[in-house]
């Protein structure tokens, strides 16, 4: 999700790995000419915030009347306080109203009056998207998203007149209950878990286990990294370091070429994390996807059931991670001519690698040091799995979201039991939790100035600018693919989906929205789902293929693969994936929108 950093060594579990990116300059000249472009940007961002003058827009969206919403003493429109007269008073005067967000009657002497609800925003032009502007092209130059984030949001803040960053910005985004949300879930409980399993060995013993027992020929070796693929479900960096350690050493005995199998490990990690979304994903997602005035994102239980409503229409993952599978039994419809290759090379000549090719490595430990008389066992690993996968099924269904925080919990308990009663001294299981928090600190983080930077979009008015400019002239039948080739765009310069999910996703729903209402669609649900679906595929689609993703690079070290020969074998499958995917949105929106 986010691109390594510069020569640096980055722990992953029980593994080390040494990521080597272009060097950056570091002549004295570089580094004023970067100290120049960050001062630019925080002036230009001042100066906006001192002269330009939000504009406000209202938007009026039909609402079921409730006994509760009858009872009570509803307004007219032109009593509101938003109507177009009193909002552009606001504006000559850089004022704002009382209320923003007001339930209106229409008809009221009818018998079956109407109800909307009234919510202005204000935005800054052109200008509301400076901050997403920012975040996007400095990640892009820098290659580092943490900086990028932090330089977008500051940006953001500077145009609000919000001054001090710490009490009026961070405070108030990492105080809230999303923030904590997000925190429990993808610091304490996924970093804890990561560290028990990094600890005890039992990850790495159930791969190798599955890969000793089921591993007869190329086709059955390639299942198995593909069935692992799936079953390590949380993606990322966990699912490629896992999969393509375990599956590799069988793998090279198979004669699979590392082009092949570096692309199963890598289209079976985020593409699965996004369908098989009993993770992280769907806690971190909702917080970005709130629409003022839309009732059925108006939580953030109804936001996660949104998330899992749509996961049908990810028509990338699905196509991606069967694709995959008919790569597995060698039945891949389309490869292209560098791909197909790469596989005869490796099956006539054992030659895994190009001839004048430079792959990576892992380097360092590849295997967890255990506690003298430790013996792992897969049973240590597969029964947090299946509770923290039941839990998350079983709550979906009772509750109508999964309660992923409780199968994490549930899942980080079992196994820290499961390592105590096997003889794990209490002590090494408490340095291995602590490893685990340690190795997501620095994604923690990224996390929570991606939350802030999407709460500065919403704020700014970046999505209500994108629905004045664009709600009334994109066609409905093509705004889908605009969204995927946008965020593809993004994610691929950044080497980051969940970074692109923080940009993309404030401006796409309220322009999807604004366009379902004025183009009259019969189903508004169900093209705000396909929009949806388009922006979260595009995002994983730009982040699997880019070069400078971590898990682009991960899948081709721990394959054994040159880092470009990986990229440019995958493009094309995955190509191929996505323009089925244009077909199937468009599809839909056609047909049932």
């Not at 202005?120 to 975040?135: E, K």
């Not at 699965?272 to 994102?297: E, K, M, R």
């Not at 209500?464 to 691929?492: C, E, K, M, N, Q």
Request: proline share 6%; with cysteine.
């Amino acid at each position: 999700m986010h691109q390594p950093t510069p020569e640096t060594s980055r722990d992953h579990g029980s593994l080390t790995v040494d990521e080597t990116s272009p060097p950056t300059a570091s002549s004295p000249w570089s580094r004023y000419a970067f100290f120049a472009l960050i001062a630019i940007v925080l002036v230009w961002a001042l100066i906006i915030g001192r002269i330009v003058q939000p504009a406000w827009s209202v938007q009026k969206v039909a609402i079921e009347p409730t006994d509760e919403l009858i009872a009570t003493e509803v307004i007219t429109f032109d009593e509101s306080g938003l109507t177009p007269t009193v909002l552009q008073q606001h504006a000559d005067q850089g004022t704002a109203p009382a209320e923003t967000s007001v339930v209106v009657v229409e008809d009221a002497a009818a018998d079956s009056p109407s109800y909307f609800q009234v919510t202005a925003t204000s935005h800054f032009g052109i200008w509301s998207l400076f901050p997403a502007a920012v975040a996007i092209a400095s990640c892009w130059i820098l290659r580092e998203p943490l900086t990028s984030l932090l330089l977008g949001t500051v940006s953001g803040a500077l145009i609000l007149r919000q001054y001090d960053f710490t009490e009026e910005v961070l405070l108030p985004s990492l105080a809230s209950t999303q923030a904590a949300g997000i925190l429990i879930l993808y610091l304490w409980l996924l970093g804890g878990l990561m560290g028990v399993w990094g600890k005890t060995g039992t990850a790495e013993a159930f791969s190798v286990w599955v890969t000793k027992r089921f591993v007869r020929g190329p086709r059955s070796a390639k299942l198995v990294a593909w069935g692992l693929g799936v079953l390590f479900f949380q993606g990322g960096t966990v699912s490629t370091v896992l999969v393509g350690a375990a599956v590799r050493p069988i793998a090279d005995q198979q004669r699979i070429s590392h082009e092949e199998l570096s692309y199963i490990v890598d289209s079976t990690a985020s593409p699965i994390a996004c369908l098989v979304a009993f993770n992280a994903w769907p806690s971190y997602v909702q917080a970005l996807i709130f629409i003022p005035g839309v009732t059925f994102l108006a939580t953030e239980q109804e936001r996660i059931r949104f998330f899992f409503s749509a996961l049908p229409f990810s028509f990338y993952a699905i196509f991606a991670v069967l694709g995959t599978l008919l790569l597995s039994i060698d039945r891949a419809p389309v490869l292209g001519k560098k791909f197909r290759a790469a596989i005869r090379r490796a099956r006539e000549n054992n030659q895994l690698n190009r001839p004048g090719s430079h792959p990576l490595s892992l380097a360092g430990q590849t295997h967890p040091k255990l506690p003298p008389g430790y013996q792992p066992h897969v049973i240590d690993f597969c029964l947090p799995l299946m509770l923290l996968t039941g839990i998350a099924i079983v709550s979906f269904f009772v509750t109508g979201a999964p309660q992923v925080r409780w199968g994490f919990a549930a899942a980080l308990a079992c196994a820290s039991a499961t390592a105590l009663l096997r003889g794990m001294p209490l002590r090494d299981l408490v340095e291995g939790i602590g490893e685990g928090l340690q190795s997501v600190v620095y994604a923690s983080v990224i996390l929570m100035l991606a939350v802030t930077l999407g709460d500065m979009t919403q704020n700014i008015g970046g999505g209500a600018y994108l629905v004045d400019l664009l709600g009334s002239y994109v066609p409905s039948l093509w705004l889908p693919t605009l969204l995927f080739l946008i965020t593809i765009a993004i994610s691929f310069s950044t080497g980051t989906s969940w970074g692109t999910f923080a940009v993309a996703f404030p401006l796409a729903m309220p322009l999807a929205m604004s366009v379902a209402q004025t183009q009259g669609l019969s189903n508004e649900t169900l093209y705000l789902m396909v929009c949806f679906a388009a922006v979260l595929n595009g995002s994983v689609f730009g982040d699997q293929c880019s070069p400078i993703s971590d898990t682009t690079v991960l899948s081709a070290m721990t394959t054994g693969a040159d880092l470009m020969d990986h990229v440019t074998t995958q493009m094309v499958p995955a190509t191929f994936a996505a323009v089925l995917a244009v077909i199937g949105w468009t599809s839909v929106t056609y047909f049932f929108c």
